[in-house]
């Protein structure tokens, strides 16, 4: 039931501070993020992302450039809900093995496990990481567009804020395809037991903050596993999580069909 101005003004103080503090904030709120190449991965990607939260109901809309053609780029919202990790987007300096490039591997200690996975439909869980027939596909010119409205655990909409976004995929050859001949095998699908799969496909591509935290701060503590309403949502662990879902969803032979489908 909603209350009227009238009312609301009628209530005392500390009644009107409780039913705010219960309800949440009384309007949606919005961003606009700027998704870049914060790595230096040199992918030519940039992104924009306009994000309203009313309640627990986000509407999230990107378009992007610079990506690789007819590819599919798997997309995810990174970081931790508790307010004590300072997880944010990585810069060049994440680069520990001095390739040029900051892989998934590297990214992950700065940016924290998958939170909510950005599919097109279905799931959405950090479990939808590597659902990759489900991730929005780069058009011929490597524009990608995404729209989705999800529905979100109870509590979550008011901690998205302290998430970040990351788009993986990129093109460091130019040849407008993934493929090994540019930065060879995924060293984090391998990881995950699934061989032949281009480090194009699985390398950061953007990463944007969807509020202020400022970018190359160093994270502080782990990653946790859910707290409050909102327990469950953050990842255990993004290897594992999203290793299992894809095994048991025959992950990588979809991944391998959909990249050989991208470069007929």
Known sequence: MR??????????GTALLILTGATGANAADSWNMKLTDTMGN??????TANLTVD???????????GFTPNSPHAQHFHGSFSGDKKFTCPDSSADKDGDGQVNTEEGLPMYGDVILSLTTSGDTSAKSGLAIERMPKADADGNLSYNRTIELPAGAGA???????????????????YDLDALGESTFAKSLGVNGIPEEAT?????GTVSSASAGEMPS????TG???????EAGGAFGLAGAAFAAAGGALLYRRRLATDKA
């Open 3 to 12: 209350m009227t101005s009238k009312a609301a003004l009628a209530l005392p």
């Open 42 to 47: 040199d992918s030519g990607s940039s992104s």
């Open 55 to 65: 309640g627990d109901s986000l509407k999230i809309s990107i378009k992007g450039t």
């Open 159 to 177: 901690k998205l804020k302290n998430l970040h976004i990351v788009q993986h995929g990129l093109d460091a050859n130019g040849n407008d395809k």
């Open 203 to 207: 390398n950061p591509a953007t990463c």
């Open 221 to 224: 503590g782990g990653v946790a």
């Open 227 to 233: 707290d409050g309403t909102t327990d469950g949502i």
